[in-house]
T-cell receptor, first 117, second 114 residues
Framework: ETGVTQTPRHLVMGMTNKKSLKCEQH?????MYWYKQSAKKPLELMFV???????ENNSVPSRFSPECPNSSHLFLHLHTLQPEDSALYLC????????????????FGPGTRLTVL | GDSVTQMEGPVTLSEEAFLTINCTYT??????LFWYVQYPGEGLQLLLK?????DKGSNKGFEATYRKETTSFHLEKGSVQVSDSAVYFC?????????????FGKGTLLTVNP
């Protein structure tokens, strides 16, 4: 149990659907992240939030829309996705945004396996 | 920019064999280095880390030494077990760049057979 949960664990959606991924961290952390893990590619950082404020959007298409209502919850709203968006979407959190000590390690959730038909 | 290169997998070993997974990096600043492990169906877990040259990170029998002169952080284990079967990711955070951004390698799949 890493303290970071993600729902759903698996999602199949059509290109015209709208769905949302949810991440919750029970660690009292201040920073949260969305990553995309595609086959045979390095993990890609998508979005970063620090104290509910977005600090990074790594050139992510607008069909992905993040939301961070508080420091414990992070959502990724999906609409009009493409088949190439099929991937494992990982959420992570860390105590602080800047890595200055071992306590700033990022903790990952189990991911949502997304398939876009 | 920053990058991490790790050996291509998959790696298949018998139980109790010696494991080495190579990792080299490029960074603009002075990075902290990490190994993460991803077991089937799970997210990434931090396995070990090192924050300065010659530091050795260790956990669960795995070790890696931060070698600044060769820009390497190779993962080793003396005797692997079936339960070590997973994907292993080398990663860095660069103090010279955005010092929260983890840069990952592509991952190496390890399969240990009984």
């Amino acid at each position: 149990e890493t303290g970071v949960t993600q729902t759903p664990r698996h999602l199949v959606m059509g290109m015209t659907n709208k769905k949302s991924l949810k991440c919750e961290q029970h660690l009292g952390h201040n920073a949260m992240y969305w990553y995309k893990q595609s086959a045979k590619k390095p993990l890609e950082l998508m979005f970063v939030y620090n104290f509910k404020e977005q600090t990074e959007n790594n050139s992510v298409p607008s069909r992905f829309s993040p939301e961070c209502p508080n420091s414990s919850h992070l959502f990724l709203h999906l609409h009009t996705l493409q088949p190439e968006d099929s991937a494992l979407y990982l959420c992570a959190s860390s105590q602080n945004l800047a890595y200055t000590s071992s306590t700033d390690t990022q903790y990952f959730g189990p991911g949502t396996r997304l398939t876009v038909l | 920019g920053d990058s991490v290169t790790q050996m291509e997998g998959p790696v298949t070993l018998s139980e109790e064999a010696f494991l080495t997974i190579n990792c080299t990096y490029t960074a603009t600043g002075y990075p902290s280095l990490f190994w993460y492990v991803q077991y089937p169906g799970e997210g990434l877990q931090l396995l070990l880390k090192a924050t300065k040259a010659d530091d050795k990170g260790s956990n669960k029998g795995f070790e890696a030494t931060y070698r600044k002169e060769t820009t390497s952080f190779h993962l080793e284990k003396g005797s692997v077990q079936v339960s070590d079967s997973a994907v292993y990711f080398c990663a860095l955070i660069d103090s010279g760049g955005s010092n929260y951004k983890l840069t990952f390698g592509k991952g190496t799949l390890l399969t240990v057979n009984p």
